[in-house]
């Protein structure tokens, strides 16, 4: 196709489908279908869930509560954080003052084994910080920090935006769970009610209120399926939440555990090497071929880029197991998090 399309009409087809501007309403279109769907699915609560759920409160003062302090503002503050974490800066390198380049660069320090000194970005030509990253599907940007793009968002997540999209993940598990909750309150209220036939009567809960959903009434087909989509996310959104946390706590993102994974390799194959330069005590981490039986002895490369390096002047040390290295980024979980939800404006 991509041929005959060059041939017939010089490529402006494919320039047409995957050009630039094609792929800008492609990535929105995903947020777009988020609100909508999450307007959708509230627009029914609260016309087929939200009476009987009152119903069955009784009028409690307790529910008022409820509705007015938690549920209101837990909704109110999704759709913020979501906005948030979809518009804002990420954290786009190009943008930094010189002064603002200059304090990133002192607080994220390279630690000599996932990331080194003196390096730019091939694509956009900026001076690399450490944990930046170009984002390969905006193309067109490093970003701070960077943990993933995510679809979801149209957006990079990364050093100035990670607060919000940790929010929106903690909003919509809470949303999820306590929206399935109370349809399955209504549905529980609405069963109490309905006289169900002899043969059903004597099923278990879940297959009187299966019945309840797909026999009965329009009302509660809407709440069975809305309690069943909700009960289906939620576990699956916070799984999503509870690795992010695993990750602060392990002091790393996203996109550094795939590097972490390659230096854990090295260490299981016994190819990573610590090389302390004397006097200067300059640390550098080389790494080797496993096997390595050239007649010249051992040929060790830098691990920053792989070439030759000669071990004269120093300390060699192998690296055994984990305990042997230190991962600067982790400060424990509690200034992690600190540091992911408070960024340095």
Same mark, same amino acid.
Request: some cysteine; glycine content about 4%; charged content about 20%.
């Given at each position: 196709?991509?041929?005959?399309?060059?041939?017939?009409?010089?490529?402006?087809?494919?320039?047409?489908?995957?050009?630039?501007?094609?792929?800008?309403?492609?990535?929105?279109?995903?947020?777009?279908?988020?609100?909508?769907?999450?307007?959708?699915?509230?627009?029914?609560?609260?016309?087929?869930?939200?009476?009987?759920?009152?119903?069955?409160?009784?009028?409690?003062?307790?529910?008022?509560?409820?509705?007015?302090? /938690?549920?209101?503002?837990?909704?109110?503050?999704?759709?913020?954080?979501?906005?948030?974490?979809?518009?804002?800066?990420?954290?786009?390198?190009?943008?930094?003052?010189?002064?603002?380049?200059?304090?990133?660069?002192?607080?994220?320090?390279?630690?000599?084994? /996932?990331?080194?000194?003196?390096?730019?970005?091939?694509?956009?030509?900026?001076?690399?910080?450490?944990?930046?990253?170009?984002?390969?599907?905006?193309?067109?940007?490093?970003?701070?920090?960077?943990?993933?793009?995510?679809?979801?968002?149209?957006?990079?997540?990364? @050093?100035?935006?990670?607060?919000?999209?940790?929010?929106?993940?903690?909003?919509?598990?809470?949303?999820?769970? @306590?929206?399935?909750?109370?349809?399955?309150?209504?549905?529980?209220?609405?069963?109490?009610?309905?006289?169900?036939?002899?043969? %059903?009567?004597?099923? @278990?809960?879940?297959?009187?209120?299966?019945?309840?959903?797909?026999?009965?009434?329009?009302?509660?087909?809407?709440?069975?399926?809305?309690?069943?989509?909700?009960?289906?996310?939620?576990?699956?959104?916070?799984?999503?939440?509870?690795?992010?946390?695993?990750?602060? @706590?392990?002091?790393?993102?996203?996109?550094?555990?795939?590097?972490?994974?390659?230096?854990?390799?090295? %260490?299981?194959?016994?190819?990573?090497?610590?090389?302390?330069?004397?006097?200067? $005590?300059?640390?550098?981490?080389?790494?080797?071929?496993?096997?390595?039986?050239?007649?010249?002895?051992?040929?060790?490369?830098?691990?920053? $880029?792989?070439?030759?390096?000669?071990?004269?002047?120093?300390?060699?040390?192998?690296?055994?197991?984990?305990?042997?290295?230190? $991962?600067?980024?982790?400060?424990?979980?509690?200034?992690?998090?600190?540091?992911?939800?408070?960024?340095?404006?």
């Amino acid at each position: 196709m991509e041929r005959i399309d060059r041939r017939l009409f010089k490529g402006y087809c494919s320039r047409l489908i995957f050009g630039k501007e094609i792929r800008w309403l492609l990535g929105w279109f995903t947020p777009l279908f988020y609100v909508i769907l999450m307007s959708l699915c509230l627009n029914y609560f609260m016309v087929a869930v939200y009476p009987v759920v009152v119903l069955s409160y009784n009028c409690d003062p307790i529910w008022n509560f409820r509705f007015l302090f /938690i549920i209101m503002p837990t909704l109110v503050l999704n759709y913020w954080s979501f906005a948030m974490a979809t518009l804002c800066d990420a954290g786009n390198i190009s943008k930094l003052s010189p002064e603002k380049m200059n304090l990133m660069k002192q607080k994220f320090k390279c630690n000599g084994l /996932i990331f080194f000194d003196g390096f730019q970005c091939r694509t956009c030509l900026t001076p690399k910080i450490a944990r930046s990253k170009h984002c390969s599907t905006c193309n067109d940007r490093c970003v701070l920090l960077f943990d993933h793009h995510c679809i979801w968002l149209n957006n990079d997540v990364g @050093y100035y935006n990670y607060r919000y999209f940790l929010l929106f993940l903690f909003e919509i598990s809470i949303t999820l769970a @306590y929206g399935s909750y109370l349809c399955y309150v209504g549905l529980c209220y609405n069963l109490e009610r309905f006289q169900l036939p002899p043969d %059903i009567q004597s099923q @278990y809960r879940f297959k009187q209120l299966w019945f309840l959903m797909r026999e009965t009434s329009l009302q509660n087909e809407i709440m069975g399926v809305l309690c069943l989509l909700a009960g289906i996310l939620c576990p699956l959104v916070a799984m999503f939440l509870f690795e992010h946390l695993w990750y602060i @706590y392990l002091g790393v993102t996203t996109n550094e555990a795939l590097k972490w994974d390659y230096i854990r390799q090295l %260490i299981e194959y016994k190819v990573l090497f610590k090389f302390t330069k004397l006097p200067s $005590n300059e640390e550098v981490f080389l790494m080797t071929e496993p096997d390595d039986t050239s007649e010249l002895g051992v040929v060790f490369k830098r691990l920053s $880029n792989d070439e030759p390096f000669r071990v004269v002047s120093g300390k060699l040390d192998r690296i055994e197991s984990w305990d042997d290295l230190d $991962n600067i980024y982790d400060n424990g979980f509690w200034k992690n998090l600190h540091e992911r939800m408070f960024p340095v404006m």
